[in-house]
């Protein structure tokens, strides 16, 4: 056990640029408090994400082309807005004391999304189609406020806890990048679980309620009661406020580092494909191979099973890679050789159309029985998906918050993932419309982007900076130096 746990003061800030060292003392804190801290924040975003994945997972499937329509509206909003999230997010925060209002306010916008999928549209354009929209545009708005305050949150915890645990200065880019490891760990385990729960309860609905006209209100109902239950437990959460010489960010800035810095620019590519596959296997996936082969009554489970593996394969990389047993970079390898097959099983397998969806209508009709093989193809696949999605929906956050925690860049970096991740999404949701007929064509799309993906992590992690963090220049540490960068109720 480091001696600082046993010290009344431990190191709250560092400077580490130019070699010139700076350190000021701070009232000894237990990490522990800043892991419960990530944890509640877990289980908020656990109960939000398990109505939203589930109201999101069955867009495509029993909405049809409006499904792709809300999913594009939320994420070009999303990604349009990222550029002024950090931002707003500091202006907001300062205002209200604090994160915990501002995050119910934009989990209460993912609840009325789903919510507002009860009404009874058709599957041709009608005036009632405004309402569905317009909520997902509301959801737009809110989530870059929402997932740039998830990422600053875990960032400041971590900092804060790698200060606790360092004896010296030289220690604490090593803690820093473990604890950021660990508590991207903690939090991704629980966020990813949040889709299996959620889209199991909506598929037992659905198959309970096979041919039922209630059963589409039923689930979007559930949905919207959980993301609103999630909401409700951000008020539990503990404050972790920002350092008090903290400068607001600036639209400026949170642009700046695509240009300036060569960091962020060869990061994009894997963030514009992580939202491209995961829109392309949470929409085209399930449109073009799940409801064909299994019925859209599997969908739900289809996506629960993809969540579910996610999340234990994003606990299991975590746990490697704080333990020093593997590096990031062999993950980013493994995990973009995983995607490649996923892509190259949707290429190369014949689907078998045992249900189809007639021009005009939002109901598969089944004109034939699946049998077991098929629909364990289709599970397989999901499976292949989840082992490579993982680690490129929780390594771009580890590794930019390793580069940036400590400085006043961390907000505009983690907005800039989110920014691409989103734009990833809306450009796959639009170009679904026009290249329907060619599933092959969207697949190729994506595995060039993959290839380019890897290359830029590898020229990241040999030629500018470590994406492990080791030698890279991280820049200075957060300050813990007062109570403002403590936890306060």
Known sequence: MPSSRSQLFVIGRCYADFGAVSLLPVMAEDEAKYRRSVRLLSVAFFGVFSGFQAAQGLQTSLNAELGDINLACIYITFTVLCLVAPLLLNRIERCLGGMRRLLVICAAAYSAMALSNVLPVSADPSPLWAIP??????????????????????????????????????????????????????????????????????????????????AKPAIFATAGCASLLGALIFLAMPEVHEAADEKPPSVLETGRLVVADAKVRLMIPLMLTNGMSLAFFLGDFQADVTCPTAGPGFTGFTIALFFGVNS?????????????????????????????????????????????LPPGSTDWKRTSTPTAAEISMVFFAAIVFAGGDSFYESGPPMTLQTFYSGSDKVSPAMANYKLWQSLGYAVQF????????????????????????????????????????????????????????????
Request: with cysteine.
């Open 133 to 214: 929209v317009a909520c997902d545009v509301l959801v737009g708005i809110a989530a870059p406020l929402l997932w740039t305050a998830q990422s600053t949150y875990v960032s400041r915890c971590a900092t804060c806890a790698a200060a606790l645990e360092a004896e010296n200065a030289e220690d604490l880019p090593h803690w820093r990048s473990v604890m950021i490891t660990r508590y991207n760990r903690l939090f991704f385990g629980f966020y990813q679980f949040a889709g299996t729960s959620g889209n199991v309860v909506a598929s037992v609905i659905l198959l309970l309620l096979a041919g039922n006209e209630k």
């Open 430 to 489: 639009w170009i679904s419309i026009p290249l329907k007929p060619y599933p092959e064509v969207r697949a190729c799309i994506l595995l060039v982007l993959l290839c380019i993906s890897l290359t830029c992590v590898l020229i990241l992690d040999r030629c500018v900076a470590r994406v492990d963090g080791h030698g890279a220049n991280a820049g200075s540490s957060p300050a813990c130096s007062d109570d403002r960068g403590l936890i306060s109720g």
């Open 312 to 356: 234990l394969v994003s606990l299991l990389w975590g746990h490697l890679i704080s333990s020093g047993i593997i590096l990031r970079r062999f993950v980013y390898v493994i995990s973009t050789l995983l995607l490649a097959a996923f892509l190259l099983i949707f290429c190369f397998w014949q689907v078998p159309q045992n249900y189809v």
